[in-house]
Each structure stands twice: as structure tokens, then as C-alpha cells.
T-cell receptor
């Protein structure tokens, strides 16, 4: 079956760095998304990886290893506003999104 | 990024009535639109996928006669919750995807439906 695994909850300190991991098993693979979702709001796009390696966008970076079925989202210089859920979604061979349950990130001062 | 507009953002309706939610892609042609529902503190749950001009494909367990989806144009899809009940109260989110090699899905703002 198809499956996306990510931790349920993580806690980090303001100004620090946090890495949110995601492992995936999909029927075929056409890339992986990371989304940020604040409580009560729709998800917003953070990154898309389809090739191996690290993609950097400001404070956020996303990494993909297709051979390991693994991705991570790296958040640097954490700010209180980064407190949110982070959703990992794999894209299968039919271009269907397979969603993880999300990782709730709690930032403490 | 592309813009997807969803309306209304909040709606309260009486049990037994129907509610229509609109999802529009404002600056691109959405060949595929997705409808999700999300209960508090839970992940997105895909309800259905619709391609412009064809019938929606519903996920297992989603009643197609209760959740009517229309995708009549490349910029508009609607979800109608018919004969709503309190258990239908949820956060409904649409997303739209254009054609091409970049399969990014853009989300609407979501609709908070409360059935009383």
C-alpha cells in the first residue's frame, strides 16, 4: 500500500534549527511536497522535490533521497510564527497526492 | 504563486438544508480540482477528484449523492453538501492543479461549515 510517515509532534526553541523527517512508500513517484498549515487555515506550499538533493529557500530547505524513500524539511532560525503543522505529501504514478498526517511543530521562546 | 479562491470562508446552516461551496482558479486553468475535508487536529482527507468536463471520482466512503461536485469549467468547481447534518460540520478545502510538468496543487482558503 501507499504510506507517508512523519512524526506527530515536535518541539523546538525560537532561533534554533529543526528537521522534520518524512518517509514515503508510493506506487511510482513523481515528487514530494511540503506544506505548512496553521490552525484553522488551508495549507500553503513550501517546497517541491523530484530530484535527489537539497533545495534551499530562505530559512526553509527540503531534502530528498529517492533511493531511501526519505525526505526532510529543515527550518532554520525558528520564529514563533513557524508554529504550525507541516504536511508531507508524495505524488504517485497517477499524480495523486498521498498525504502524511502532518507534524505539529511547537516553538518555545 | 497561482491563486485559488474559495467561497464562502465560513457558513452556518440549518440541518437538512444544502450548502454550496465554490472554488475558483483565478490566474490559471485548473484541469484537475480536489476536494478535501479536515476534522480538527486531523490530516486532510481527500473526498473527490474532478477533471473539467467529466464526473468526479469519489474516494471510498464518500457519498456522491450527498457531496455533489461540479467542475463545469477550467476555472470553477463547486461542492454542494446536500441535506446537511451536524456530522457534516468540518473544514472543507479545495485545491486546483494546472496541466504541465509541475504538479503543484494550490489550495483555496478553506470553508468552515457548521451545521446546527
Amino acid at each position: 500500500g501507499q504510506n507517508i510517515d512523519q512524526p506527530t509532534e515536535m518541539t523546538a526553541t525560537e532561533g534554533a534549527i529543526v528537521q522534520i523527517n518524512c518517509t514515503y512508500q508510493t506506487s511510482g513517484f513523481n515528487g514530494l511536497f511540503w506544506y505548512q498549515q496553521h490552525a484553522g487555515e488551508a495549507p500553503t506550499f513550501l517546497s517541491y522535490n523530484v530530484l535527489d538533493g537539497l533545495e534551499e529557500k530562505g530559512r526553509f530547505s527540503s531534502f530528498l533521497s529517492r533511493s531511501k524513500g526519505y525526505s526532510y524539511l529543515l527550518l532554520k532560525e525558528l520564529q514563533m510564527k513557524d508554529s504550525a503543522s507541516y504536511l508531507c505529501a508524495g505524488i504517485d504514478s497517477n499524480y495523486q497526492l498521498i498525504w502524511g498526517a502532518g507534524t505539529k511543530l511547537i516553538i518555545k521562546p | 504563486g497561482a491563486v485559488v479562491s474559495q467561497h464562502p470562508s465560513r457558513v452556518i446552516c440549518k440541518s437538512g438544508t444544502s450548502v454550496k461551496i465554490e472554488c475558483r482558479s483565478l490566474d490559471f486553468q485548473a484541469t484537475t480540482m480536489f476536494w478535501y475535508r479536515q476534522f480538527p487536529k486531523q490530516s486532510l482527507m481527500l473526498m473527490a477528484t474532478s477533471n473539467e468536463g467529466s464526473k468526479a471520482t469519489y474516494e471510498q466512503g464518500v457519498e456522491k449523492d450527498k457531496f455533489l461536485i461540479n467542475h463545469a469549467s477550467l476555472t470553477l468547481s463547486t461542492l454542494t453538501v446536500t441535506s446537511a447534518h451536524p456530522e457534516d460540520s468540518s473544514f472543507y478545502i479545495c485545491s486546483a492543479r494546472g496541466s504541465g510538468d509541475y504538479p503543484e496543487a494550490f489550495f483555496g482558503q478553506g470553508t468552515r461549515l457548521t451545521v446546527v
